[in-house]
């Protein structure tokens, strides 16, 4: 299992730091030096574009960076000649700390036997980018920069001259000297005593609206951060630590295994928007996607329940409050309908784009139902089901209004937004959806996933409604679930290919393209059992599994492409879905070679970091490394939360919360003997499960902690498999 190759950064020639609605973007020595896509952002908006540091009119370059809990950053960068003695050494420590705004805290420290004058100049601009112009390089919106020094309160305020967007950054100095400014540098003469330290602090705070967002406190703990700030920082500060202390360990004598848990439940932690109404749900992943991003949002928290459920309940509540409420073309709005993306850059602020709040996506809506009754199972909160019930009403409302546009029993998307997206099923770049001949293929389209989404919201709302009191709704629910179930399979279905069209065009007719949407298909259940080991089977061959995972399309396809978004490439965030669909059928073979490509793929990166989507290129002897599509963010949250959705898929752990209870069917491979879960909560219980492989291949499985019932038990549906299995 173990890679040759070992440690490689995504995006290698940036760093970045994140909280809530802020991220610092900065070359690996830790500077700002004015290219794209680097600079501090607030609310999607680049208010710091330069920073050109100098000292004693020369500039310092660190040779060492390091980045604190995700949020901090220190660096080091040496001023003297350090072998010379009598000792001349002084050094440049550059921190940084994150929250709404930015404080960068500038120390001299020096190591000499008499007293130093330093000459500290700092260079600045602010461009008011949005982040989309900052990552592409393409400026859509401009305005001048006006400019003012408040030498009392030693402050310099950039202001954007627009008269449709009031946006501005102010500059504050802190520190052991008086600064001055000076077309466009801001300058200090710090005195360091021997063997001392001299310090001076620029704390950068956006103003949007009127709205001043403070700097945080220079603290590397988030406790610290939190207990010194208020507002939306604070709450994301508090968020990250309230994960740190929630999400569950994982240990094994697989080291890549703890280290691709470790990463991800760290990553999860420090991902929190710290949005009011659901302070831990994540954003998708950085630096693109800093925002409300509600199916992202509600995945990576649902397949991350094995190591908690705080950011379901707060994902969920999130996904509540910024229901569709109105017919609006412009953002796809529908009543009912769950928001998709909220941005808060100029481009979207000024209508450029629908991204303010927009709603082109039809698998959110689906997923809500799914996620509600999947946090149900794990929780037993019944408060959150009454609390959320109206919108799950809302919700059913629009999948039955909106969603069915032709009346035929599938839901097929289209666009109405001139500057939505074509595609609006879980694969919605604008080429994802192609034929057989790799054409692209017009809309309205109604994807399989689509189905199987809508399948297994029927199922789940009609748990929700049970649990509720709504016995006879639930009824019906579950009765079109077994009449869509009927129907998906006779219309999709391909005997020739073993395996489910990609979607039926505008015309009704299937999309013969082979893709990865089938194990979607098997983790909602809506397989027939005697199909799914073809299934399975087939998204395991060679034109479909990279050997790293899974491919979006298949290698044989004309329009494959290793290194598309969707046509071709790995992306882990469905090795999450589908390792949860081969052990619903118990597919354990196809599962174990699943999950070995993905945490030897984890094993590749630095800190065993997944990115958003790998290459789609053999893992072979040309081939040591998959590479990755060429903007992937790096964290991703579904990329995290994929490989505790793994771990899940081995224990092929069902949680019954209502019933203090946990069904298990653990399936270990050679290359995993163990594993121990600390901290794992169902319910009100918290308990750690000790898994180990004995020689057969046989498991057992130890509880300790709060009391609760351990149930050994193969799921129906994972029987009846291996029963037709051909």
Known sequence: MTPAVRGVRVRPDLLYLASGWSTLVTDVRGRITGGDPQGFFARNTRVLSLERLTVDDREPVPFSTATVRGHAQVSYAELGDGERLPSRAAYLVVERFVGAGLRTRLTVLSFADRALTTRVRVALAADFADTTEAETGDRRQHGDVGVAWDAAAQELRLTYLRDDLDRAVVVRAEGDAPVRYADGVLGCDLDVPAGGRARVDLLVEPVFDGERLPAPPPAFTDAATAAGTTGGDGRAAAARARLARELARLTSSNGDVMAAWRCAVDDLSVLPLGEPAGPTAPMAGLPIYQEIFGRDTMTASWQALLAGPTMLADSLRLAARHIGRRIDDWRDEEPGKPLHEARQGPLSQLGIDPFRAYYGDWSTGPDFLVFLGQYYAWTDDRDLLRELLPTARQVLGWLDRFADLDRDGFLEYHRRSRAGLKNQGWKDSDTAVVDEHGLVVPNPIATSELQAYWYAALRHAAVVFTATGHAALAGRLVARAAALRRRFHRAYWLPDQGCYAMALDPDKRPVRSVNSNDGHLLATGIVPPRYAWA??????????????????????????????????????????????????????????????????????????????ALGGLPRDADHPHPGVYPNSCSPQAWSASAVIALVQAMLALRPAASLRTIFVDPHLPEWLPDLVLTGVRVGDRTVDLTVRRRRGGRTTVRATGDRITVVRRPARRAAAARRHRR
């Open 535 to 612: 299934v399975a089977d087939r998204l395991l061959a060679p034109d479909m599994f990279s050997g790293w995972g899974v491919r979006t399309l298949s290698a044989a396809h004309p329009a494959y492409n290793p290194f598309s978004y969707h046509r071709g490439s790995v992306w882990p965030v469905e090795a999450g879905t589908i390792g949860l669909g081969l052990a619903r059928y118990g597919c354990w073979e196809h599962l174990h070679r699943l999950a070995e490509g993905t945490f030897s793929a984890a094993a590749l990166f630095a800190d065993h970091r997944l990115p958003e």
